[in-house]
């Protein structure tokens, strides 16, 4: 068995499973959000009007709940939900709430890492379509909708088919220009947006036993743009590292059998990739940058959990450094700890040398980028197919970003 | 289970979640008001054309995209009892099955192309069969796995035992 087998057997209690078994699984954690939340909420309430009383969270120690999305709220409605998600966690007793302004608080994906809430050889189920970025810490991380996770939250349990595995072997030297998010940009081109329908991603080879954890959580990230049910790596010392850093919980890692196997296999040499950008309205629509030279560029923002973990802060630093920026340039560090410590290492002052505004993690500009981009969209009749693979509209800068830099100084937009 | 009514077919491969559900209104959690948004992203009078028990034919990978619920939830309070299409998003599969809110069927190529807007359709889930009153011929529906046929008897994933 591969890890993600193994984790289900695990979870499922079984000596095995192979792909295509439907099985239960019990749950090691669980994540809402301030947009899921409310819905599974929704869900509760519908089921006691049917006579399914939620009478407790199977375990209020392993909920967490994070404010990301409509905070702070710009209108009645979310503020509500934020209420309700309050009064509701308060009731069942989880006291694992990141709020907005009240501590540590960030994007639900980054939080899942950077707080370590999830560990290797768990089995993680989220509110949210890009849960699968947690895999990179070998963990089995899926996204489910408001039933699932209702379900889930209140027998500890949920039914899983065992995906298909598709392995990339990432190999060779990573060049100083090639980020995790052209390798994941240029696997997406390849196999396209639903290329990972229903299937595990899981990335090993040399190239990423060298990867620090950062940049393996945008591979993982991205296996939604894939259509994947999880993307996955199996831990090493690294991960073991990333972890000691910040909890020391005990934990059993969990690695693919010897004999493992793969339904395909792709291998890719990364020192022979170039910088490589998604243009509108799909990932898979990518482009080397080289070929985009002439394109101007109107806003840029450095921010989603992707884009804005503290390694991307320091590429984009890098390159700001004693410029000013031409464009509406707006950075969004993805979790109040990234923000302090880029402050610590001197970047939000780089950026804000350079002319960027610096804002605290909030979804404001992507929910209003997204009206702009759909609006627009649908006035022109183009048909948004396969574009918000994003899980936030029909616009998102989230895979371009870093790019953009790349572009931006080969214009001169960046003096 | 036999199903009766009309399919609005949307031949396009990879409608998104975005597409049935728009993202500005992810944070409305009514479900009736939800529904008035259905399909927004690629046909504005959806709702209104839109009667009980009818269906959608749809291509490839239909509901991928973002996780939301809301957009299964919109479809089904328009009236939308079965989604047909080639293949699913992983997530839009689970939400519509373990909610209980319509069922999505797999069937194949041919289907999708010899099946037009606006035919009226009987679909009998036991037999696995379509049945396509306008022309007249009959299309086969990929069988549930077990499992998840169990979770649609039992009228979504609330109401399954173990
Ligand atoms: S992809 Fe965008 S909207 Fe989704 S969790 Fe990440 S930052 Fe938020």
């Known amino acids: 068995m591969n890890i993600t087998e193994k984790i289900i057997a695990r979870a499922s209690k079984r000596n095995s499973v192979s792909p295509g078994d439907v099985v239960f699984a019990d749950v090691d954690k669980l994540m809402i959000h301030d947009v899921s939340g409310p819905g599974v909420i929704k869900v509760f309430e519908e089921w006691s009007k049917k006579g399914i009383q939620l009478e407790n969270v199977w375990d209020p120690d392993r909920v967490w709940i994070s404010e990301d999305h409509f905070v702070p709220s710009a209108d009645r409605i979310s503020a509500e939900n934020i209420t309700k998600l309050t009064r509701w966690a308060e009731k069942y007793g989880i006291k694992k709430h990141f709020k907005y302004g009240l501590g540590q608080y960030g994007i639900c994906h980054t939080l899942s890492h950077e707080e370590a809430l999830v560990l290797p050889g768990e089995f993680y189920v989220g509110g949210d379509s890009h849960t699968n970025t947690t895999g990179a810490l070998g963990a089995l991380a899926v996204g489910l909708g408001h039933t699932d996770i209702a379900y889930a939250m209140m027998h500890g349990r949920i039914w899983l088919k065992v995906p298909d595995t598709i392995l990339f072997n990432l190999i060779g030297s990573i060049p100083e220009h090639i980020m995790a998010k052209d390798i994941i940009l240029k696997i997406i081109s390849d196999i396209g947006t639903d290329g990972a329908n229903y299937k595990a991603m899981e990335f090993g080879g040399n190239a990423v036993s060298k990867m620090s954890m950062e940049e393996r959580l945008t591979l993982t990230n991205m296996t939604t743009e894939a259509g994947a049910k999880n993307g996955i790596i199996e831990p090493d010392s690294i991960t073991d590292d990333y972890i000691r850093q910040r909890t020391s919980e005990p934990y059993k890692p969990i690695v693919g059998d010897d004999d493992r196997h793969y339904v395909d296999e792709y291998t890719y040499e990364i020192d022979k990739l170039e910088p490589i950008v998604a243009k509108p309205y799909s990932p898979q629509n990518a482009a080397v940058a080289r070929e985009l030279q002439g394109v101007e560029i109107n806003k840029a923002y450095i921010g989603s959990c992707t884009g804005a973990k503290l390694q991307d802060l320091r590429s984009a630093a890098q390159i700001l450094r004693g410029k000013k920026v031409k464009i509406r340039t707006e950075v969004l560090p993805a979790a109040q700890s990234i923000y302090m410590k880029a402050m610590k290492e001197g970047l939000i002052d780089i950026f804000m040398q350079a002319g960027a505004v610096v804002g605290l993690q909030h979804a404001v500009p992507v929910v209003a980028h997204i009206w702009v981009y759909w609006e627009k969209m649908r006035s022109a009749s183009v048909l948004p197919t396969g574009i918000s693979q994003e899980g936030w509209g029909t616009w998102n800068p989230k895979p371009t970003w870093h790019r953009l830099w790349l572009l931006l100084r080969r214009q001169s937009k960046v003096k | ?162």
């Open chain 2, 1 to 162: 289970m036999t199903l009766k009514g009309i399919v609005h077919k949307y031949g396009k491969d990879n409608i998104d979640t975005d597409v049935i559900l728009p993202g500005p209104y992810l944070k409305i959690h009514d479900h009736d008001e939800l529904s008035k948004h259905a399909m927004e992203g690629i046909d504005t009078n959806f709702a209104k054309k839109v009667s009980k028990g009818d269906f959608i034919l749809a291509g490839n990978n239909f509901g991928c995209g973002s996780s939301r619920e809301h957009a299964p939830i919109a479809l089904s309070h328009c009236g939308i009892t079965a989604v047909l299409a080639p293949s699913f998003a992983r997530i839009f599969y689970r939400n519509c099955v373990d909610g209980g809110y319509l069922l999505p069927l797999e069937i194949d190529k041919t289907a999708l192309e010899q099946i037009s807007d606006k035919d009226t359709l009987q679909i009998n889930i036991e037999n696995n069969q379509i049945s396509d009153f306008t022309n007249g011929k009959n299309f086969p529906i990929f069988p549930f796995p077990p499992l998840i046929k169990k979770i649609i008897d039992s009228g979504g994933l609330m109401y399954y035992r173990e």
